[in-house]
């Protein structure tokens, strides 16, 4: 087994609604996750929810706007293992886009109450975890 890679989400909810991107890439392929991507050596960890998040949607934020809400322990199978940390924007500029085609589909706000059932598995653990919009 290789070690565990650190992946970066950050989690977007404007009334009630959550982003999600529906992925294209190998992993995870056809489910939805939230921004976001692998932290890079010698990266800090804001800085990388940061510049996944302007690079998945075209959105920017800052640090100041960033909150540590959760981290999942991603086990996809016995050469995959990721650990993966949570971050809440609660302000952000820019128009959302679609800037990687090759790796996103399409970005779509899913109401609170209809999640689609095609999550990714980091995304899955996160909401059994921190059960995300159940309370």
Same mark, same amino acid.
């Given at each position: $087994?290789? /070690? %565990? !890679?650190?992946? @970066?989400?950050? @989690?977007?909810?404007?009334?009630? #609604?959550? +982003?999600l991107?529906? !992925?294209?890439?190998?992993?995870g392929?056809?489910?939805?996750? %939230? %921004?976001?991507?692998?932290?890079?050596?010698?990266?800090?960890? #804001?800085d990388?929810?940061? !510049?996944? +998040?302007?690079?998945?949607? /075209?959105?920017?934020t800052?640090a =100041?706007?960033?909150?540590?809400?959760?981290v999942?322990? =991603? @086990?996809?199978? *016995?050469?995959?293992?990721?650990?993966? @940390?949570?971050?809440e924007?609660? *302000?952000y500029?820019?128009?959302?886009?679609? $800037?990687?085609?090759?790796?996103?589909?399409?970005?779509?706000?899913?109401d &609170?109450? *209809?999640? %689609?059932s095609?999550?990714? +598995?980091?995304?899955? &653990?996160?909401? #059994?975890?921190?059960?995300?919009? &159940?309370?």
């Amino acid at each position: $087994m290789n /070690n %565990p !890679r650190v992946g @970066i989400a950050t @989690i977007i909810i404007n009334d009630n #609604k959550i +982003l999600l991107g529906l !992925r294209k890439s190998e992993l995870g392929t056809n489910t939805w996750a %939230p %921004p976001g991507g692998k932290l890079d050596l010698g990266e800090e960890l #804001k800085d990388c929810a940061i !510049r996944e +998040l302007k690079e998945e949607t /075209n959105l920017t934020t800052t640090a =100041d706007n960033l909150k540590l809400i959760g981290v999942t322990n =991603d @086990i996809f199978n *016995s050469e995959i293992h990721y650990i993966t @940390i949570y971050y809440e924007v609660d *302000s952000y500029v820019g128009k959302l886009k679609v $800037m990687e085609p090759d790796k996103c589909e399409k970005w779509k706000w899913f109401d &609170n109450k *209809s999640l %689609p059932s095609n999550l990714f +598995l980091p995304f899955q &653990n996160f909401i #059994k975890e921190k059960k995300l919009f &159940n309370e």
